[in-house]
């Protein structure tokens, strides 16, 4: 799987003066446009289109200085419509117009051409099962978060704080099934899984029974899960996990992700640094 996504990689980098399209890439990768997506983001750390469009204004960077094209010419190389809308990509990534970047010689930040392989550290195995789960709900309360990929999410954390003891209380028994207890749900995230997007994250249960009328519920069909056991300090740990499933547990088994909600049951230890955690991904056969 790595090696498709570097040849991938290499058709973004032939063809970064045109509209590179996630289709041509996920037939390159011989997956699906989803998984392509969420590999890519779980691995490079930010959204595949932002990849690409950082790496097409680096490109473009080097010749509005190179001086040898009109700034015209360079937006329509690199698919702008207007040399008003290319300033505003420019300036976005640059910190600086092109014009202005032009006349100063700015100094102009550069996103380096990404390329992936596999690192095998130690002899560490990665506890996983498979699960084949009947229609369920997830069911508590819900906040339209940002997404963050690396720390503490404090929007998150605000969020599970607001939540009151007796809205814990009255869900807690709803938990009729795994995984178990009290749960955080990422959901409805955003295509491109860009750094700042936004996603519902939910703070609730995993249930069968009827949900209460002043309770949020997501109803969730029948699909098959990979489960990840985790432990470790937190939240580094399990941000870690996510990496390490898409980059060495995805290549290496016929299962590819596909939509629905992320599901993370987490024990905090007494002073909140360590974690053990279960983490459930929606999978699907890949084909033959």
């Known amino acids: 799987m790595l090696e498709r996504l570097n040849r991938a990689m290499e058709h973004i980098e032939r063809n970064l003066d045109r509209r590179v399209e996630a289709a041509e890439l996920a037939r390159i990768t011989l997956t699906s446009e989803y998984h392509l997506r969420r590999l890519f983001s779980a691995l490079a750390g930010m959204g595949l289109a932002e990849y690409v469009r950082r790496r097409r204004l680096t490109v473009a960077g080097a010749e509005v200085l190179a001086g040898e094209r009109t700034l015209l010419d360079i937006a329509v190389r690199y698919g702008y419509g207007s040399g008003e809308a290319f300033a505003r990509a420019f300036r976005a990534v640059h910190g600086v117009g092109p014009g202005e970047a032009r006349r100063t010689g700015a100094a102009l930040n550069s996103q380096p051409r990404m390329s992936f392989r596999l690192v095998v550290e130690g002899s560490a195995e990665m506890r996983y099962r498979v699960v084949e789960k009947g229609e369920f709900a997830v069911v508590g309360r819900k906040a339209r978060v940002p997404l963050v990929y690396e720390g503490v999410n404090p929007a998150i954390a605000e969020f599970v704080r607001s939540v009151d003891r007796e809205v814990r209380e009255r869900l807690e028994p709803l938990s009729d099934q795994e995984p178990r207890g009290v749960v955080g749900v990422s959901d409805d995230i955003a295509e491109d899984r860009a750094e ?85 991904l929606p999978v699907e056969r890949t084909v033959d």
Do not use: C
């Not at 309770?215 to 399990?238: C, I, K, N, Q, Y």
């Not at 870690?240 to 049951?265: H, K, M, T």
């Open 196 to 280: 700042g997007s936004e996603l519902d994250y939910w703070h609730g249960v995993v249930t069968g029974a009827e949900a209460p009328k002043d309770m949020d519920v997501r109803t969730v069909p029948a699909g098959t899960w990979a489960v990840f056991e985790s432990s470790g300090e937190f939240p580094g740990a399990l941000q870690r996990l996510w990496g390490d499933v898409f980059a060495q547990w995805f290549p290496s088994n016929p299962y590819r992700s596909r939509p629905g909600p992320e599901i993370l049951r987490t024990r905090l230890s007494a002073d909140g640094t360590e974690a053990e955690a279960e983490l459930w």
